[in-house]
């Protein structure tokens, strides 16, 4: 099986008191709709996790992140709170989640908390009580603006700035109680809150601090960095949020309006004041508390002089952040939809460079998926039945063995592919419902937006855990809220969990490789073949010891790595059975090896 022994769960356990801990741990994140439903309406929850922590144990990871099970109205499935501070029926009871704590500490593991503080829900009662008036004390907590001078309130164009949502649509939404426009770079239901305003702050702050008294490890701390806005002074002195740049034609003849948003990106991400902010949470939340939490920062759009900065130790900020650039490789100048070929060579330099980036100071996340992804295998890798499981095991071996904290999304470690969406009634998702409604309405046909949503939209990330061959894979005995992956009659825990060539197998191996090697969580990294486009390799170091991963990311049988690494290898891990004990034998398709050496 290559489970992690007893043994190693008390070494692991016994060693979280280290500030660094969590460079040797690996964090599996579960999407709590689509996990396991306890109750049979249809929904996973606390209590279906719960029932599910042997797995979780079997497995070997050190870390569960859990997405969202706040109170919310749902909009975007739980990133829109509408209270910080309890658990949403539809998953549970505080006192479930005080169960799941204490289950998970029980085995020698951690639960990390979604933190979503960029925005609440509309239904939230601060913005309830900001709405209500203009002078009410919580106005300035949430972003309010009069229209666009000369435009008539409500109608298009006459919101305050160009700004367009992530989830298509202007990003200001006009309340007519009070005549003014509020801002939301998500959803309508998901208002902004005002960071600027240092009542929020501690607010936010005092909210986490309730978390972390209840046992709760950590946070994973949702578009983070988009807290700090960018402003500017206008006439009467009153700070202003300004438009975004408007894209133009190549020969500079003037703006072209093909598009109606201006760019938000230099405006929101990375803003004047968001290290400010990070080091003050960090004051107020963490630098008291004895060493074993974990902090981490999502930052789309962030280069890695940025990533820097937030992971930096001595600055006290956030322990690692996911950056987005490795996972927008196949988005076009116009966005996510507009889906352009991607190649391993495109990975490869990619992840490089965050490698090198962060080689001396800062630490990385490692992830190919998660809930806003579509399936790793069927993005990265060749999800064709005679490739899906060689595949699923050589982009973790490699994703795994670099330097970084290794995340796994619920269905990763069985090799499960996108769901093959054909019809927009089987999506459940806001972000592509709106995507479609409105590409369609511009004139773009429907079959062709369907295929965009179908290999990049997020509910490939959100059909139910398959646990089975039972009907729903074994999710619910009732009408599950998403359908059921097609293929859950096939590919299922039940059918992998035992079997020592399985793809849940070969993640077990190597889990427990970074629990036992320490070259793994500390080494340094070392790029081979930089310029190869079918063999990912490379060489991590630690006080003499070594390892040596080599990897076919192709369909080419008979690829051969081209390298001279001096010393004696010795094989600790293949994905295929009957793996050669040299490192520059042919490798056959999706095939990957690590090597040992001291």
Request: negative net charge; proline residues 7%.
């Amino acid at each position: 099986m290559g489970a992690s022994s007893p043994t190693r769960r008390i070494r692991q356990t016994a060693a979280v008191t280290a500030r660094d801990w969590w460079k040797s741990a690996v964090v599996y994140q579960v999407y709590p709709r689509s996990f396991a439903d306890s109750d049979g309406d249809g929904v996973g929850d606390i209590r279906g996790i719960i029932g599910k922590l042997d797995y979780l144990e079997r497995l070997g990871v050190d870390v569960v992140w859990l997405s969202p099970v706040y109170r919310s109205p749902m909009a975007d499935n739980g990133y829109d709170i509408s209270d910080y501070q309890d658990v949403d029926p539809l998953f549970g009871t505080l006192d479930d989640l005080d169960e799941l704590v204490a289950g998970l500490h029980a085995r020698g593991m951690k639960l990390v908390m979604d933190l979503v503080v960029n925005h609440t829900s509309s239904a939230h009662a601060w913005f309830q009580e900001s709405r209500s008036s203009t002078d009410n004390p919580k106005r300035d907590w949430y972003w309010w603006r009069d229209p666009r001078e000369g435009f008539e309130p409500g109608t298009p164009g006459a919101e305050p700035t160009n700004w367009g949502s992530a989830f298509s649509g202007p990003a200001w939404t006009y309340d007519a109680t009070t005549g003014q426009y509020y801002l939301h770079l998500f959803a309508p239901e998901q208002p902004d809150l005002n960071w600027e305003n240092p009542e929020v702050r501690q607010a936010v702050y005092a909210m986490m601090n309730w978390w972390l008294d209840r046992g709760v490890d950590g946070f994973r701390m949702d578009v983070i960095c988009l807290l700090s806005k960018v402003l500017v002074h206008g006439p009467d002195g009153r700070a202003q949020l300004p438009d975004g740049r408007l894209e133009r034609d190549p020969n500079g003849a003037g703006v072209v309006d093909t598009t109606k948003y201006g760019d938000t990106t230099p405006l929101v991400v990375n803003g004047p004041r968001i290290h400010e902010f990070m080091q003050e949470m960090h004051r107020a939340v963490f630098a008291d508390r004895p060493p074993g939490l974990l902090t981490v920062g999502e930052t789309p759009a962030t280069p890695v002089e940025q990533a820097r900065l937030y992971t930096d130790p001595a600055r006290g900020e956030v322990d690692m952040v996911f950056q987005f650039e490795h996972v927008d490789l196949d988005s076009g100048p116009r966005g996510k939809w507009d889906i352009v070929p991607m190649t391993m060579l495109d990975l490869k330099r990619s992840l490089g460079r965050w490698q090198e980036g962060l080689a001396e100071v800062g630490w990385n996340s490692l992830y190919l998926g998660n809930h806003d992804q579509p399936r790793c295998v069927s993005r990265f890798g060749n999800d064709a039945p005679e490739h899906r499981e060689q595949s699923a095991k050589s982009l973790a071996t490699v994703l795994h063995l670099h330097r970084g904290t290794p995340y796994v999304y619920e269905g990763d470690e069985l090799g499960l592919p996108n769901a093959r969406y054909t019809r927009i009634d089987q999506l459940r998702d806001v972000e592509s419902l709106n995507r479609y409604s409105e590409a369609v309405a511009a004139g773009q046909d429907p079959a062709a937006v369907m295929a965009a949503l179908s290999a990049k939209g997020r509910d490939n990330a959100r059909v139910p855990m398959p646990w089975n061959d039972e009907a729903n894979g074994g999710f619910t005995t009732g009408t599950p809220w998403i359908d059921p992956h097609p293929d859950a009659a096939t590919i299922n825990v039940a059918a992998q969990v035992d079997d020592p060539d399985s793809v849940f197998a070969h993640f077990q191996r190597l889990i427990a490789l970074r629990h036992d090697q320490p070259v793994v969580a500390h080494g340094t990294f070392r790029m081979l073949l930089p310029d190869d486009e079918r063999v990912y390799a490379f060489v991590r170091e630690l006080d003499g010891a070594r390892l040596l991963v080599v990897a076919n990311l192709s369909d080419d049988d008979g690829v051969v790595a081209d390298i001279d690494e001096a010393g004696t290898w010795t094989l600790a891990l293949g994905s295929v059975a009957g793996s050669s004990q040299t490192a520059t034998d042919p490798l056959a398709p999706w095939e990957s090896r690590v090597y040992l050496t001291e």
